[in-house]
């Protein structure tokens, strides 16, 4: 529809210089005066007829290219947008969430205004750029003939130095994105950069940041600015040396004025398309060097992959298997540093092992990479008797819960919030999720209840109460494996000894696999593992742990002994086997 209503009014307006020169020949220069009135209205009203085709064809034409502009930005934004949701956190090591976010907005923007706006414009000069010189070289085949050469002359250079404009279009928007994955990255933090009283330092980045995208764009617009220069100048020259070869040729009797007429006409429209067509190019390089950006998005591949034939997982009763074996493993930022070194480990339906150590000695890694954020340089993960990467990742993740250490809160209520674990579970689900986690008292306590706004991040609870949504939402998810990372490390003493009565109950028939700092939450776990340096050094009961008095013994012994110095520390009985 935009092709049809382009073309429709860009030959409506190649029709009006035809229609002046009649009016002209015929209208004008008849020698009978009642002739020429009636002739004059006739011609008049046919170029009121041509007027108003133009005005109809024109706005069919702008809303039918505005539309598509509009629908096309909104495809490539949720394209780009889903695709990079199912990168692997590698992708993230790499590449700033600012950045991500600048594609998503300036770069789609810009793309929307060109596909919109400029594409639209561009196509309208250009069909009559062409059309106006084919009029003129029909109509005047010797002298457009010389023009055309000259033309030639512009065209080459114009295209050879758009490569330059095209190459600064993008390191402009390389820049603005820096300048936004700074800004992201700084109101994520801003309790901690006020606490810093970091504000003037951080402006002050921000802000070189944004001279720098400026002084960039300052080389784009100057670049694009002689480009413009040189195509107008070029082309105006070439067409004023036909249009006098014309008025020559009207002095010498070889054409009518009303020729002469047309033919200025066309030149009119020729000239004010190419200069359209120089400002268009301009808009264009600049959006290819925006849509560069959004296809390298488009283009990354996560390395975790669904595999073409994934198996299926058999139902469990009463919690999921779980076998690594001889797996080694290292992040693909630090390729000399090994994460986790030879670890084998059996866990069976319905154990609770709780994995222990000091930090950086491979405890979270375990979780990455069952959750299937990365694979193993070598070894194997079976769940459920299968290999982990021969399963489909919906099946797999569906098949785990987790509690992160830092409790991800979404910008909507405490009830979205919690059903964000299972979006299909009911209001009295939700509710039984929250009174396990103990979230049920306070969210009751919060101004509209469950369905009370938390805030972006949600800033409006302390950090027990986002930790207690977090259990929640695992809760109701009712996985068959349970990962707990730290999951009481963010609530005071009374409130553990709830949750963590909470979390036993909700740890009853399902594999549970436990994190933890504090050992004083994991006492009563069927198997401890204790890792150091990305090796299991021991593993066993909290006593039998004890007995070795080995690494275990040495962490127990300085955390128990601080804990007992503490005024409101639990009784040693309670830290006990």
Not at 439 to 446: G, R
Request: hydrophobic share 45%; charged share 15%; proline share 5%.
């Amino acid at each position: 529809m935009a092709l049809v209503f382009l073309l429709l009014a860009a030959l409506t307006t190649l029709v009006l210089p035809i229609a002046l020169r009649t009016l002209i020949d015929r209208g004008m220069v008849s020698p009978d005066p009642g002739h020429r009135v009636m002739a004059l209205q006739e011609h008049f009203l046919a170029l009121f007829g041509v007027g108003v085709a133009l005005g109809v064809f024109s706005a069919s034409r702008y809303y039918s290219v505005t539309w598509l502009g509009e629908r096309i930005t909104a495809d490539i934004k949720s394209a780009v947008y889903g695709h990079v949701l199912k990168q692997s956190p590698q992708f993230f090591e790499t590449t700033q969430s600012g950045e991500v976010l600048s594609r998503l907005t300036a770069d789609t923007t810009l793309i929307q205004t060109v596909v919109g706006t400029s594409v639209s414009l561009g196509l309208r000069n250009a069909i009559m750029a062409v059309g106006a010189l084919i009029m003129l070289i029909v109509s005047n085949p010797y002298v457009m003939a010389q023009v055309l050469g000259g033309l030639v002359l512009v065209v080459l250079p114009a295209v050879a130095y758009g490569r330059r404009v095209r190459k600064l279009s993008r390191a402009s928007q390389d820049r603005v994105a820096d300048s936004s994955a700074i800004a992201a990255e700084v109101l994520n933090a801003v309790p901690v950069v006020q606490s810093y009283t970091a504000e003037g330092r951080e402006a002050t980045r921000f802000a070189q940041a944004t001279e720098s995208a400026f002084k960039t764009g300052e080389r784009r617009i100057r670049a694009r600015a002689v480009l413009v220069a040189f195509i107008i100048s070029a082309t105006t020259g070439a067409l004023l040396w036909g249009l006098y070869q014309g008025t020559q040729a009207v002095l010498a009797g070889k054409i009518s004025a009303g020729h002469m007429g047309q033919t200025v006409v066309y030149v009119i429209l020729l000239l004010s398309a190419v200069a359209g067509l120089s400002e268009v190019y301009g808009d264009i390089l600049r959006a290819a060097g925006a849509a560069e950006r959004l296809m390298e998005l488009l283009s990354a591949q996560s390395p975790i992959q669904t595999p073409e034939h994934p198996r299926a997982l058999p139902s469990p009763r009463s919690g999921s298997s779980l076998s690594l074996s001889n797996v080694n493993f290292h992040y693909p930022s630090r390729p000399g540093q090994t994460a986790l070194d030879h670890i084998n480990l059996q866990v069976r339906p319905g154990e609770t092992v709780a994995l222990v150590g000091p930090s950086g000695a491979g405890k979270s890694t375990v979780f990455q990479l069952l959750l299937r954020f990365y694979d193993p340089q070598s070894g194997q993960i079976e769940l459920d008797g299968e290999p982990i990467t021969q399963l489909s990742l919906e099946d797999l993740r569906q098949r785990i819960g987790i509690v992160p250490q830092d409790s991800t809160i979404f910008s909507t209520s405490a009830l979205e919030n919690i059903r964000y674990g299972r979006p299909g579970a009911s209001d009295a689900e939700v509710h039984a999720a929250a009174r396990a986690a103990h979230a049920h008292d306070f969210i009751c306590a919060l101004p509209e209840g469950y369905d009370t706004f938390l805030g972006e991040r949600g800033v409006r609870l302390s950090g027990g109460q986002r930790q207690r949504i977090s259990i929640a939402r695992a809760i109701l998810k009712n996985a068959p494996l349970l990962l707990l990372d730290e999951a009481t490390s963010a609530l005071d003493t009374e409130s553990e000894r709830a949750v963590q009565a909470a979390l036993e109950e909700a740890m009853k028939d399902r594999t549970t696999l436990v994190i933890a700092h504090r050992l004083s939450t994991v006492v009563n776990a069927n198997r401890i593992i204790v890792l150091e340096a990305g090796g299991i050094v021991d593993q066993g009961t909290h006593a039998e742990l004890m007995a070795r008095n080995g690494l275990y013994a040495k962490l127990a012994a300085m955390q128990f002994d601080q804990i007992e110095s503490t005024p409101d520390a639990p009784p040693p009985q309670a830290l006990s086997a």
